[in-house]
C-alpha cells in the first residue's frame, strides 16, 4: 500500500505526506533532521516518529547541527532519560556522530545540500554504500526513505496523487535527472 493511501487515513500521516514527503529540501538543518528522524525510525512506525517529533526536535536543540556536535556525556544521558524522544544508545549516539560527519561534509563542500548535489543521480544502491562510508547507522531502509522523503529520489507520491503535482513543480532533483 502506498504512503499517500495510508496517510489520508491518519492526520499526523496527512499533514506529513501533504507538506513535506518528497518535496525538495536544501536547508542543511531540514536534511540533517529528517537524516536523525530516519535513523530513530529504525524498527519502529513512521506514526511514532511523527507524533514525538517535537520532543525530538527540543531534546536535539532544534536540530542544530553544531550543538549536537559538541554533545558530551551529559547530553547523552539527558538525551537517554528524556521520555520524549527514543532512547535507544545507539540511536543517540549516530545523532551526535552523524552531526560531526555532517559539519566535516559542510566544511568540505560548503553544504550538506552541495554534498549530496555532487553526488546526484546516482542509484539506489550507490547512495547506500555512500551512506555507509559517510555516517553511522545508516542501513538501506534508513537511506532510502531518507532520500526519497527529500526529494532525492521518486517514489514519495503515486502519480495520481494530487500532491505528487505539487511536488513535481518545485522540480525535485529526481525530477531534474533528464
Sequence with gaps: MSYCIV?????????YHDTEYGFPVREDGVLFERLILEINQAGLSWLTILKKREGIRNAYDDFDIERIASYGDADRARLLDDARIIRNRLKVNAAIENAKRTLDLIAQHGSFTAWL???????????KRLFKKTFVFTGGEIVREFLV??????????????????????????????
Excluded at 496517510?7 to 499533514?15: C, G, I, K, Q, T
Excluded at 548535489?117 to 547512495?127: E, G, K, N, V
Excluded at 503515486?158 to 533528464?178: F, G, I, K
Design 117 to 127: 548535489d555532487a553526488h546526484h543521480p546516482m542509484s539506489l544502491d550507490d547512495w
Design 7 to 15: 496517510a489520508a487515513a491518519d492526520l499526523y500521516h496527512a499533514r
Design 149 to 178: 522523503s527529500t526529494g532525492y529520489l521518486s517514489a514519495a507520491h503515486d502519480q495520481d496523487c494530487p500532491v505528487y503535482t505539487s511536488v513535481l513543480a518545485l522540480q525535485p532533483p529526481w525530477a531534474r535527472e533528464n
